[in-house]
């Protein structure tokens, strides 16, 4: 899908990097001094890290597109582990219960920026983040680099957005992070607290409430709010922010 790969050591953002490219581009830095998340938050770089934005041209929409990112991520680091990296719905990576990475769509017309970020070889962290963020270098039994992790990166996003939708929804269920966590989720205006059954990530979100009845939250007015510990039951305990 791709012909041409640009690599930079600092940006800004590799997704305004990305608007004066071809379709077919792969922007990767080492290090972004301004990157974005979902829903107009910030992504912490701080150096020690992989930003990539695959530039893609689709005439039509893909539902499983975040899918098929946060596969790319999962794909990419698990090389240097020792099980299944865990897929935070919608598309964080999560290691040991910790966040190593996350993706970020855009699309304007037919035009698709896919935005991905790791977290390599850092290994100190503001104070707020210290309990929700890590590395690679922290939580991945086998020591890799930078380099490694951008060329695996490469050809995971390659693959990922190849794939058929049936693999894709099987990979993405065999990596389901929050599969019987208990979660609080917002459907608009509404919040509801349960455990969650199943995720079928651009279709809807199943739970199990306290008082066992599944409930069903469409996927596109999905919002988790909390996720907390494990061991945690309904109406137990604080719940613990992740």
């Given at each position: ?5 640009e ?118 962290w ?105 061991g ?11």
């Open positions: 899908m791709f012909h041409r790969v690599v930079v050591a600092s940006t800004d953002s590799t997704m305004e990097l990305a608007r004066g490219v071809d379709a077919g581009t792969i922007i990767v830095a080492l290090e972004q001094t301004s990157g974005r998340g979902r829903r107009g938050r910030t992504w912490f770089d701080g150096g020690g890290g992989v930003a990539a934005t695959a530039v893609l041209e689709m005439a039509s929409e893909d539902p499983l597109l975040s899918t098929r990112a946060g596969l790319a991520m999962a794909a990419a680091v698990e090389p240097w582990l020792d099980r299944r990296a865990g897929l935070k719905w919608p598309n964080d990576l999560v290691i040991a219960e910790r966040k190593v990475g996350g993706a970020l769509i855009e699309r304007s017309g037919s035009r698709v920026h896919v935005g991905i970020g790791i977290n390599v070889d850092r290994m100190a503001p104070a707020e983040l210290e309990n929700i963020a890590a590395s690679l270098a922290e939580v991945a039994p086998m020591a890799t680099t930078r380099l490694d992790v951008a060329c695996s990166l490469l050809s995971a996003v390659d693959r990922c957005m190849r794939a058929p939708e049936p693999a894709t929804r099987e990979a993405w269920g065999a990596r389901d992070w929050l599969r019987g966590r208990l979660v609080r989720i917002r459907d608009r205006e509404i919040e509801h607290l349960g455990r969650i059954v199943v995720i079928e990530p651009d279709r809807h979100l199943d739970l199990m409430d306290a008082e066992e009845r599944l409930v069903r939250v469409p996927a596109a007015t999905a919002e988790i709010v909390e996720v907390m510990s494990l945690h039951r309904l109406g137990v305990g604080d719940p613990d922010r992740r």
